[in-house]
């Protein structure tokens, strides 16, 4: 268990050392910069790992804002779509598992394999202003750009305005929860799509391999009923499953929803960086590299932590029990 704890240690630092590096060599690329790599490389790389220590992530070029002020207002947008959609994609993606595996031999079993298949290869970023616009023609309620109606006003405590918006002290406040919902609706479906497709893939094929299985016959033969044996044998053998997926999962889903978040309007880091990208703006570039793979990171090790947790000597076979 130590070796593996020092294992981990070591591999965490390792990526945070090129994390550093791909982040210092992009900053290296404005002009403005090249003055911390005199008269060394390395002594401008120590200077920038000094600053990041301190939580010091420099200004942007375009305003002169501070680079940590506006990553708290941008990442926050951005990981509540991603927060959602994860939910979203297990509310839908297991159920829908389970029931492709009771249907595993007729016609509906094989339609949901299809559509499984068929979600997974989706591209998002071409779904996402098609789906827009039909919502916009047809005068759907959640044909909505931007996170919430600009009229509204709604504080910022978490950064997260799902949240945020209880906290709203107006008389009108069922007005901007239902605002703040018809924003999020339609994104977080799209985004949803390909997670719940995979966990759904995952849990059928997990599902129909345990329903094979001896001891599942004998509850069969002892007239235990279908919600029983689901219960007890093919959610224990197949939930465990998920976990270490869920980094995996996590990260697809912050790639979709920085792409699609300028098809929304919404004002989410991925949005804020193809802006620095079309600015050439270096500084910011450079810091939303670090923040994103800071979060894939602590996704990884939360991931880790509940793994240990379920399975604290990884020698666990996830059988019957």
Not at 264 to 273: E, K, S, T, V
Request: hydrophobic share 50%; aromatic share 14%.
């Amino acid at each position: 268990m130590i070796a593996s704890l020092f294992r981990r240690a070591f591999l965490i630092s390792v990526t945070l050392f090129i994390l550093s590096l791909v982040s210092y060599l992009i900053l290296m690329r404005d002009p403005l910069n090249q003055a911390l790599a005199e008269p060394h490389f390395y002594s401008g790389y120590l200077y920038y790992i000094k600053m990041l220590s301190q939580g010091d992530l420099g200004i942007t070029y375009n305003g002169g804002d501070s680079l940590y002020s506006l990553i708290l207002t941008v990442l926050p947008p951005t990981l509540e779509l991603c927060f959602v959609a994860m939910f979203l994609s297990f509310l839908f993606g297991i159920p829908l598992g389970l029931l492709g595996a009771l249907n595993s031999r007729n016609l509906f079993g094989s339609g949901i394999s299809a559509v499984t298949s068929l979600g997974i290869s989706l591209p998002v970023f071409w779904l996402a202003p098609i789906l827009l616009y039909f919502s916009a023609l047809y005068q759907w309620e959640i044909s909505a750009i931007g996170q919430f109606n600009l009229l509204y006003e709604i504080p910022q405590v978490t950064g997260f305005a799902i949240i945020d918006v209880w906290l709203v002290d107006q008389p009108y406040r069922i007005k901007i929860i239902q605002s703040v919902l018809q924003h999020l609706i339609l994104p977080t479906l799209i985004l949803a799509i390909s997670p719940t497709m995979e966990i759904s893939r995952i849990v059928q094929q997990r599902a129909e391999y345990v329903f094979k299985q001896n001891y599942v016959k004998v509850a069969v033969t002892r007239g235990w009923s279908t919600f029983k044996i689901l219960r007890k044998y093919v959610l224990r053998n197949t939930l465990p499953l998920l976990i270490p997926q869920l980094t995996r999962l996590f990260t697809l889903v912050l790639a979709q929803c920085m792409l699609i978040e300028n098809s929304f309007g919404w004002p989410g880091i991925g949005r804020w960086l193809i802006d620095a990208v079309g600015q050439q703006d270096y500084n910011s570039i450079s810091a939303g590299v670090i923040v994103i793979g800071l979060c894939i990171i602590f996704i990884n090790m939360l991931n880790e932590f509940f793994a240990f947790l379920l399975d604290p000597l990884n020698k666990k076979g996830w059988y019957a029990r």
